[in-house]
């Protein structure tokens, strides 16, 4: 994703660190904050950003993200960085349920490329997309760490391990 032509801040100077979140997130992100010594709290922007994207249904804005760097005292663009080079966030709306599939080495020796295969054909859409009716996004990342059970998907915070097609419907007729 890039930031070309991004203001340096979309926060107004009059906005107070109260009124940049909800009640909720401002008491979740503190919590993180006071993990670390008082000048570093910028520590606890990839908490932050995970927080302040649930809350907003699963993307991040560049608002927000703005938003973010005011709260933690940090350049917006460190912020950017930190957002645009971990998959775990995304930059525009995503699905009900994002499935991250475990493309790298192990994964891909054992089938990844026809478990890729499968989930687009059943879901009818591609890597990087949602499906029409919003329910699900298809996500390519890097390892996941489970290389003892490749292929895997990653939904929400479960893993799912050894996937074969049948077990692959289960898991989704399984979800609300």
Known sequence: MGFKNVPMSTVKPSENKETLFSAEVRTEIDKWIAKY??????????????????????????????????????????????????????????GKHKICVCTNVSCMINGSDRIVEYLERKLDTKLGQSSEDGRYTLKEVECLGACGGAPMFQ???????NLTPELIDSILDGLE
Not at 155 to 161: A, L, Q, T
């Open 155 to 161: 939904i929400g915070n479960r893993y799912y391990e």
């Open 37 to 94: 010594p008082p000048e570093w709290r910028q520590s606890a922007v990839m908490a932050a950003l995970m927080l302040v994207q649930q809350e907003n249904g699963g993307h991040l804005t560049t608002e927000l993200m703005d938003k973010v760097a005011a709260y933690l005292d940090m350049a917006p663009i460190a912020v950017y960085e930190v957002a645009s080079f971990y998959s775990m966030f995304e930059h525009k709306p995503v």
